[in-house]
């Protein structure tokens, strides 16, 4: 017994319950409806989701579905240039393994970018950043780590994450949402796992702390 008291903690082995199963579930069943999975793939994570005991042994089922979007060849996105004409330099995913990934200024966006943390942090900045569709999707997950999507006043944001002992939606705005009918669409999806993803509105970086009023 006092072997087993003095081992270090270990978040991972924790228990899971049948209402963690069930998330992991749903995330299968919607994975196999998107055209991610077969049947048969299906029918064998599910098998191993009823079957785990630990979140250690939740983590890998849905792995290769959360962080991972569809793949964009390179050249398949346009390249858009900053003002001073110099291309902008785009990123197909955001990783951060017990450490820190940060995306600011002016980069390019594509129509899918991943983002996973594993007891790290990712920090999306798309303030500045160059979309390259007017509909973008980000799989955002976090295992034991944080993902932080920063996004403009003008910027619709969809959220539909799966948080299991973790936090996964709309962070509080430091400006209020100017969405229109021609604004730019954000759909962020993925797994908090003992983590936090969180979108957030921010006003434009250099913006003066005494225009920001008190919203």
């Not at 919607?30 to 599910?46: F, T, V, Y």
């Not at 979007?69 to 900053?82: H, K, S």
């Not at 393994?97 to 200024?105: A, F, Q, V």
């Amino acid at each position: 017994m006092g072997e087993i008291e003095n081992r270090p903690h270990d978040p991972s082995q924790m228990r899971v319950s049948d209402a963690d199963r069930q998330r992991v579930a749903d995330v299968l069943r919607d994975a196999a409806g998107d055209g991610r999975l077969d049947l048969d793939e299906l029918e064998e994570r599910l098998e191993l989701t009823w079957q785990a005991k630990t979140y250690g042994e939740l983590v890998p089922i849905t792995l290769d579905l959360q962080a991972t979007g569809p793949v964009t060849p390179p050249a398949a996105a346009p390249v858009r240039r900053t003002p001073a004409g110099v291309p902008a330099v785009g990123h197909n995913s955001s990783t951060a393994i017990m450490g820190d990934c940060k995306r600011r200024g002016v980069w390019q966006v594509p129509e899918h970018h991943s983002a996973f943390s594993l007891m790290g942090s990712v920090t999306l900045d798309l303030r500045e950043a160059i979309l390259t569709s007017h509909d973008t999707q980000i799989n955002a997950s976090a295992i034991m780590g944080d993902v932080q999507i920063i996004v403009p006043a003008h910027m619709h944001v969809v959220i539909d994450g799966t948080p299991i002992m973790g936090d996964y939606g709309q962070g509080k705005d430091k400006v209020p949402a100017e969405v229109g009918p021609d604004s730019p669409t954000l759909r962020v999806r993925g797994l908090a796992l003992m983590g936090s993803v969180q979108v957030r509105r921010l006003p434009a970086p250099g913006t003066p702390k005494k225009y920001l009023g008190t919203y």
